[in-house]
């Protein structure tokens, strides 16, 4: 088993900027693809980022592009979302997932991710 813990969450203003972290542990090999997930109060998870084992192929929802950006750094079994530019639609708990199968791209769903971190709180005021 892996797992896998964030940090970074916090309270900022709109327009304001995070960056999220997650570090995996254990069978961190067994993990390739990693991703961001969100959920607000009474909505379902979406997904929001994630990226391939390599960091070469990485993919956004719609709802972020061209304001979060995600990394990763292997060497430290670490992934980061960087959040510019936020608003209040960003307000949720952000969970870190990982992929133990290789894909050629990575996915969206959460049915795709095994494993999973215990969230950290990103609160958005206006």
């Known amino acids: 088993q892996a797992q896998l813990v964030e940090s970074g969450g916090g309270l900022v203003q709109a327009g304001g900027s995070l960056r999220l972290s997650c570090t995996a542990s254990?069978?961190?090999?067994?993990?390739?693809?990693m991703g961001w997930f969100r959920q607000a109060p009474g909505k379902e998870r979406d997904f929001v980022a994630a990226i391939s084992w390599s960091g070469g192929i990485t993919r956004y929802a719609d709802s972020v592009k061209g304001r979060f950006t995600i990394s990763r750094d292997n060497a430290k079994n670490t992934i980061y979302l960087q959040m510019n530019s936020l608003n209040a639609e960003d307000t949720g708990v952000y969970y870190c997932a990982g992929d133990m199968y290789y894909r050629t791209s990575p996915r969206d769903r959460t049915n795709d991710y095994n494993y999973w971190g215990q969230g950290t709180q990103v609160t958005v005021s206006s």
């Open positions: 254990g069978r961190t090999f067994s993990i390739y693809t």
